[in-house]
């Protein structure tokens, strides 16, 4: 079986575009640096992801991302014995690729896993950086360049969905939330080929919208779904058909929240 070892699969060959908001790449670099595990806090749809997309491509480094579900096992990140016309073969899960040959490892929206899974990261996120593979009687050492990266939604919090204290305390938090909203309307600008009249009005439409949070909507409308918007109106739809496909019926099922989200929305426009 041919191994990946440089896990050229995964890496990056074009810069993502990413507008930074803060210290966010300073701090990175100097977590990585030091190879410390990282956890991105904030809502859905903020810029986690494309952020840890650009640190890869800037540090030049392959980035695996697993994203996080309640049927996750820690076999799915380790790895298994499977059954093949040759016999039982071991394969490397998408975390222990990253700990053998090196790369970032982003494990998005963690706290999705159950807790007996999320502890295999553990041993990796002190000095030790190992990871032991029980089923295979072998103790990895991470690779120099290996690093862990987590996204974590506060926001979705609750006593039985949230991180172990001794797993947040191994990592170094950084803060994402939505850009104020001069960025945000660079950023919808740019990534739904929108004029800035359009991107403004789209970035008011979601500051109407968060104001709503606790209200019956759990969250705001993300930048995602700004851009989701801003791109079927520049297909052609209508901005009220746009709003209402790409944010309004996606954020809630509940047909009075809706009505109420309409009508902040319809007083923005
Ligand atoms: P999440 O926080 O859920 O990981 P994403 O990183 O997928 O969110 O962000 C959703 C989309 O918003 C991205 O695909 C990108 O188009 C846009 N985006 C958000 N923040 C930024 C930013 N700072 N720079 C560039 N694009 C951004």
């Not at 030049?60 to 039982?88: K, N, W, Y």
């Not at 929206?109 to 072998?138: C, M």
Request: net charge negative.
């Amino acid at each position: 079986m041919l191994v990946d070892t440089d896990l050229s699969a995964y890496r990056i060959a074009a810069e993502p575009y990413y507008r930074p908001v803060g210290d966010e790449v300073a701090v990175f670099e100097a977590a990585w640096l030091h190879r410390l595990p990282v956890m991105l806090k904030g809502p859905t749809g903020c810029g986690k992801t494309r952020f840890v997309e650009y640190m890869a491509w800037r540090l030049h480094q392959p980035l695996i991302t697993v994203a996080a579900h309640e049927d996750m096992t820690a076999a799915d990140l380790a790895g298994r014995f499977l059954l093949t016309p040759e016999g039982t073969v071991w394969h490397d899960g998408p975390l222990t690729q990253a700990v053998r040959h090196g790369g970032i490892c982003y494990l998005d929206e963690i706290v999705e896993a159950r807790q007996d899974t999320t502890v295999v990261i553990h041993p990796l996120t002190d000095a030790r950086r190992i990871l032991p593979l029980e089923k295979r009687g072998e103790l990895v050492s991470a690779h120099p360049d290996f690093q862990l990266v987590i996204s974590y939604n506060p926001g979705y919090q609750s006593a039985v969905k949230d991180l172990k204290e001794s797993t947040k305390q191994r990592f170094v938090a950084i803060d994402f939330d939505y850009p104020v909203p001069e960025l945000e309307a660079e950023i919808v600008m740019r990534e739904a080929c929108v004029g800035p009249d359009l991107a403004r009005t789209l970035v008011s439409i979601a500051a109407c919208s968060r104001n709503l949070r606790g209200q019956g909507l759990d969250e705001g409308a993300s930048t995602r779904m700004l851009i989701h918007a801003g791109r079927l109106a520049a297909g052609g739809v209508s901005l009220e058909a746009a709003v209402h496909a790409g944010i309004v019926l996606p954020i809630t099922d509940d047909a009075e929240v809706r009505e109420a989200l309409g009508a902040a929305i319809a007083a923005c426009l």
